[in-house]
């Protein structure tokens, strides 16, 4: 019972009321996402790298690389994430897709608000995961990791990449 309370004490407070309050607007609730969703990943890489440094199963020469993929990465991930995110989520942008996609809707205005708030944060989610975290950051990462590796190299020699 003591949690119960506790729980709908802190539903029920002004933080958390004004906070759904916010969640009305779309372009709120799809950065709201967005930031969870870096904060989580790069949370994760961290732990990732920690893990890796600390692994003494993964031989020495191969421990650097491994945790300086997973840095770039997480790095990456998030600017690429935030920065994709912003601009899906970019008002103008939402409303020019929203009236295009949801024609039907605009003498709804309850209808036409629900589909928009809805797409903003989908759109913004998938574009910033799938784009920028599973496509971009993966191709970005690995070229700073290799320039990273190879900035020593001798500057008349040409690296062939693997």
Do not use: W
């Not at 407070?13 to 906070?19: A, D, G, L, Y």
């Not at 949801?102 to 003498?107: A, E, I, P, Q, V």
């Amino acid at each position: 019972m003591k949690i119960t309370n506790a729980l709908s004490k802190a539903a029920n407070s002004n933080f958390m009321v004004n906070h759904i309050k916010k969640c009305d607007d779309p372009k709120f609730l799809a950065r709201t996402l967005l930031l969870t969703s870096v904060a989580k990943d790069v949370f994760a890489y961290g732990l990732r790298v920690h893990n890796t440094l600390n692994n003494d199963s993964i031989p020495e020469d191969k421990k650097k690389f491994s945790a300086d993929m997973d840095t770039a990465s997480g790095i990456i991930t998030a600017i690429v994430q935030i920065g994709t995110g912003f601009l899906v989520s970019n008002e103008k942008l939402q409303n020019g897709i929203a009236n295009k996609l949801f024609k039907s809707l605009k003498n709804d205005k309850r209808a036409f608000s629900a589909a928009k708030t809805s797409f903003s944060a989908i759109s913004t989610m998938v574009i910033a995961t799938l784009l920028a975290k599973r496509i971009a950051t993966p191709l970005i990462a690995s070229k700073v990791v290799y320039k990273s590796e190879h900035k020593n190299d001798n500057k008349g020699e040409t690296v062939k990449s693997q």
